[in-house]
C-alpha cells in the first residue's frame, strides 16, 4: 500500500486532540513514502477552506473535493480520481472513511477500505497496512 485516502467529515473533523493525533499520523505515513489525501464529498467553494488548509499546511498531498472534481463517493470515479491524483493505482491506496456504503464501494473498485469509527481503531489498521511505527 503506497497511497492514504481520507475523508473529511465524520473522520477527520473531530476533537482537537484527534486532528492532533491524525496530522502527526499523516506526518509518520509521509516519512514512509505514503501518498496522502482527503477525499471529501463537499461542494467546495468558501466553506470548504478548513479542508483546503491540510493541503495548505502540508500535512496531506491533496485535498480532493466532489463539488470541484464532479464526482462524489460513492461513485468508483471518485476514488479513481483520488488514486490518479496521488498517481497511484486503486489496488495500491486505503480509504478511510465512515460510511460504510463508501468503504464497500472502495472495497468493490479494488481499493483496501477501512470503517472508521475512532482514532483508535483506526490507527491500528493504518500503521498495519503501511508498517509504520510510533504512537499516535
Do not use: H
Not at 97 to 110: F, P, Q, W, Y
Request: proline letters at 4%; aromatic letters at 6%; a negative charge.
Amino acid at each position: 500500500m503506497r497511497g492514504l485516502i481520507v475523508d473529511y467529515v465524520g473522520v477527520l473533523d473531530g476533537s482537537e486532540e484527534d486532528q492532533r493525533r491524525w496530522r502527526n499520523l499523516f506526518a509518520a505515513a509521509k516519512q514512509n513514502g505514503v501518498a496522502t489525501a482527503i477525499l471529501s464529498n463537499d461542494p467546495g467553494g468558501p466553506g470548504a477552506e478548513p479542508i483546503r488548509e491540510w493541503e495548505y499546511r502540508g500535512i496531506v498531498d491533496a485535498v480532493l473535493l466532489s463539488g470541484e472534481i464532479g464526482a462524489e463517493k460513492p461513485d468508483e470515479r471518485a476514488m479513481s480520481i483520488a488514486a490518479d491524483t496521488l498517481e497511484l493505482p486503486m489496488r495500491d491506496c486505503v480509504l478511510i472513511d465512515d460510511s460504510i456504503v463508501n468503504v464497500r464501494a472502495a472495497v468493490e473498485a479494488g481499493l483496501v477500505g477501512v470503517l472508521y469509527q475512532s482514532f483508535d481503531r483506526t490507527v491500528v489498521e493504518i500503521v498495519g497496512l503501511f508498517d509504520i511505527e510510533g504512537e499516535f
